[in-house]
């Protein structure tokens, strides 16, 4: 019994680590960091319970594939929006706009795990690090975006994790950067109704003003090496 009861107690850690995402993070962006300081920690010790913290946020999100699924043929509308990460109850599926808080949440978290530095006496690399976020917006850049989801997704992830891919990658970053705003952004905006445009709009300042000013800044809660060395455990 103990093999059962212990697959159980990992499934579980990965469940409520991904959770805090969408009960947390999404109405506090600095809480991301301490959780993901968490989720780093576990997952480089127990690799296996990396693979299901990684899975639940692919199920969660299924942008952070990223993979936009297509509704199969039979497939009903509660079917399929459950199948993107809505909650459905009764047969009926929940606000755009809940759900879309909920994906923001999921996406900083996810964000900042990437972003995050190992804490201190951590003997294992980095388990899901900065070149994970290189991949996941190269990635991006080779979907066909979506209306609402795509810009959303976007804007979170790079105000969290965005300061860390400049950092790591620097001219190559910013020229993806400007791949973004001068070839990606206009295709969202070609998709996105004008009673919509506001997330588009709101990406598109961010990342005129990331390559103005050469750099992304740290988001609010980081955990810096300086907290590290005057955090006491």
């Not at 929006?81 to 599926?93: A, E, M, R």
């Not at 003003?209 to 907290?227: A, F, V």
């Amino acid at each position: 019994m103990a093999r059962p009861k212990k697959a159980y107690c990992k499934e579980m850690i990965a469940r409520k680590l991904v959770a805090q995402g969408s009960q947390q993070v999404s109405s506090s962006v600095s809480s991301a960091f301490p959780i993901a300081a968490v989720a780093i920690g576990v997952w480089s010790s127990f690799p296996d319970v990396g693979d299901l913290i990684l899975m639940r946020f692919y199920e969660e999100c299924p942008f952070l594939v990223p993979f936009y699924i297509p509704k199969a043929a039979g497939m009903t509308d509660v079917e399929y929006f459950t199948t993107l990460g809505h909650l459905c109850s009764d047969g009926q599926v929940e606000q755009k706009d809940k759900y879309l808080k909920r994906m923001t949440g999921i996406v900083r978290l996810y964000a900042a795990i990437i972003s995050s530095l190992p804490p201190p006496g951590q003997s294992q690399p980095h388990p899901h690090g900065p070149q994970k976020g290189w991949t996941w917006l190269a990635r991006m850049l080779n979907l066909e975006p979506r209306p609402d989801y795509t810009a959303t997704a976007l804007y979170e992830f790079l105000s969290v994790a965005g300061h860390a891919l400049m950092k790591q990658y620097k001219k190559q970053f910013g020229k993806l950067l400007n791949a973004l705003v001068l070839d990606y952004v206009p295709k969202i905006v070609n998709v996105t109704a004008n009673e919509l445009i506001g997330p588009v709009s709101r990406l598109k300042i961010f990342l005129e003003k990331c390559i103005k000013d050469q750099k992304i800044p740290l988001p609010e809660g980081y955990l810096t090496p300086q907290w590290w060395r005057s955090a006491r455990f």
